[in-house]
């Protein structure tokens, strides 16, 4: 069966596409090339600000998701998905097509949750405090520096090739290789997935919610492009609270179309995964000899990450 993936929420919610991160990255280039250290500055701050909300944002989308999963675990796989994936009316008509945020104000955004779910969007200025303070900047910061990589080797680039003007080279080579565009939307795409699924872990570590969804399955995409560390992970199923969702929760890597499934007590005690009252653990063949995250991908459950770590 075909099963609604984080990424796809993400995508039908609030990522349609990374526009205001491609304009920051390009006005982060130019003032690079510019040498106009005032304007580099207010690009990584704007940078920040629109990072910030999204991960807030995705946050608080992936409690609603395990909350919504949680209420109807009683119901069968199917049935679970299509009613976590039903997006918030006033959320998904206020984003605008080629928009990354909706319409509304960040406020009003988390008012509709909070509204439809208050559970969800308890302690939503704590969680929206964790990702300004402690992620937003680090991930801007991650970003100018790559940018600036990029810049330099654009630099060297249009040298060798005996193009005088550095700043319209970079320009030129921005506009007509899309690398601005694909870069703010792995930046967006990752960043937000990882926030999403923090939110997921966050909510699933609720007594209330871990008495009827006691654990989770690790599942891959299958496209062709899915690497082989990945799908080595697809089939690990294991509580909630194991050890080896803070190596083993998704995203594995960079663009990474992986997911957690949860599993609620009644598909447990069917498929005999339930003894002693505690779920059990199921390994795939070649799971200790192949599965791992990317190599330089940070480790981590992303919920732990999210209070202690960074996102890079």
């Avoid at 209420?71 to 299509?82: C, D, I, K, M, V």
């Avoid at 062709?224 to 083993?248: F, K, Q």
């Avoid at 990474?256 to 390994?283: H, N, P, S, Y």
Wanted: glycine share 8%; charged share 20%; aromatic share 8%.
């Amino acid at each position: 069966m075909n099963v609604v993936s984080t990424s796809d929420e993400l995508d039908a919610i609030l990522a349609r596409n990374a526009g205001v991160l491609e304009d920051d990255i390009n006005r982060t280039a130019s003032a690079l090339m510019r040498g106009n250290v005032a304007e580099l500055r207010e690009s990584e701050n704007l940078a920040a600000e629109t990072i910030g909300r999204i991960l807030a944002y995705a946050d608080l989308l992936g409690r609603r998701r395990m909350q919504l999963l949680a209420e109807n675990a009683h119901r069968e796989r199917r049935t679970r998905y299509a009613m976590a994936a039903a997006s918030p009316a006033a959320i998904l008509s206020a984003v605008p097509r080629g928009g990354i945020l909706p319409q509304v104000t960040f406020d009003e955004a988390v008012s509709d949750i909070a509204n439809r779910m208050p559970a969800v969007a308890l302690g939503w200025r704590e969680v929206q405090k964790v990702y300004a303070e402690r992620h937003a900047f680090a991930c801007a910061r991650a970003m100018t520096m790559s940018v600036t990589r990029r810049v330099q080797e654009i630099m060297r680039e249009a040298t060798l090739g005996g193009q005088p003007d550095g700043y319209d080279a970079v320009m030129k080579i921005m506009e007509e290789t899309g690398w601005a565009r694909g870069y703010a939307s792995t930046v967006y795409s990752t960043n937000a997935s990882t926030a999403y699924t923090a939110g997921v872990w966050a909510r699933a570590a609720q007594p209330d919610v871990m008495a009827v969804i006691p654990g989770f399955e690790f599942v891959s995409a299958h496209l062709p492009t899915s690497r082989p560390n990945h799908e080595a992970c697809a089939g690990l199923i294991a509580p909630t609270d194991s050890h080896l969702w803070n190596r083993y929760s998704a995203p594995l890597g960079y663009n990474c179309k992986c997911a957690l499934l949860e599993v609620t007590v009644f598909e447990a005690e069917r498929q005999g995964l339930i003894r002693d009252g505690r779920m059990l653990t199921v390994l795939p063949p070649g799971f200790g000899i192949n599965a791992r995250p990317d190599p330089g991908f940070g480790e981590g459950r992303p919920d732990r990450v999210a209070l202690f770590g960074s996102f890079t």
